[in-house]
């Protein structure tokens, strides 16, 4: 009876610390643009106006939100711990292209899966590509194509732009983990699912560059690290 009894007490003590692991931690935080963000640069359109121009378009390059938030910031663990949920990430990988923009901007997408290209304008895009590890790409994408799918084998960072449409760019990431996250348009980012340890976290923007960090996970608690970026 005894021994029973302190089986239980044991196995109480234990359960609820393995639980605690089994959740992981999550990392979050605010990456903020530093000094007086500039202007809103406005886009002129010069094609097309009768479905690219509905509403106007602004340069997608830096994006400043309120409060300096800093939006389109690629947020990555250098150092993941192996075996992560690439369902995290999301179920289906898509960009499309409406009002000749693509949405989103940056684009997540794991390794050999499906990336689905919407042609949701109805005119004539073309899909260009500057990939370097994975082989790029420049097809015409018709209205009538409203859909091209493509997958990629290799994790890397590229453009793609439509030679239609000059100022339409965007950014394919594509990742073998799951510990990614791009920032709101208030500069927010969260990732789950961190087992407890120090990661290098490492921050990209398509204009200001890269900034790596160093964090610790506390199993069952989530982390904090803000960051700011400049010219
Ligand atoms: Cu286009």
Redesign the pocket.
């Known amino acids: 009876m005894c021994k029973f009894n302190k089986l239980w007490i044991t196995l109480l003590l234990i359960f609820p610390l393995g639980l605690l692991y089994s959740q992981g931690g999550s990392l979050t935080g605010k990456v903020t643009f530093e000094g007086e963000p500039p202007a809103p640069q406005e886009v002129k359109i010069t094609k097309d106006a009768n479905v690219c121009g509905k509403e106007p378009h602004y340069d997608e390059s830096l994006l400043v939100g309120e409060n300096k938030g800093l939006q389109n910031v690629v947020v990555s663990i250098m150092n993941p711990p192996k075996g992560g949920d690439m369902s995290q990430l999301g179920k289906e990988f898509a960009i499309h ?1 409406m009002g ?1 923009t693509y949405t989103p901007h940056i684009c997540l997408v794991p390794v050999n899966t499906p990336l689905l290209i919407y042609n949701d304008d109805g005119i ?3 899909l260009h590509t500057y990939s370097k590890k994975n082989p790029s790409f420049n097809i015409s994408q018709p209205k009538f194509k409203k859909k091209v799918k493509k997958t990629f084998k290799y994790p890397e960072t590229f453009p793609i732009k ?1 030679d ?2 000059g100022w ?1 760019v965007g950014y394919i990431v594509v990742v073998d983990h799951p510990y990614h996250a791009v920032t709101n348009e208030n500069g927010e980012y969260k990732i789950e699912g961190l087992p407890a340890g120090t990661y290098q976290v490492q921050f990209w923007h398509e204009k200001l560059g890269t900034i790596q960090k160093e964090v610790t996970i506390e199993a069952g608690a989530t982390a904090t690290l803000d960051v700011s970026m400049k010219m």
Do not use: R, S
């Open positions: 292209q000749c004539l895009h073309n439509c239609v449409h339409m």
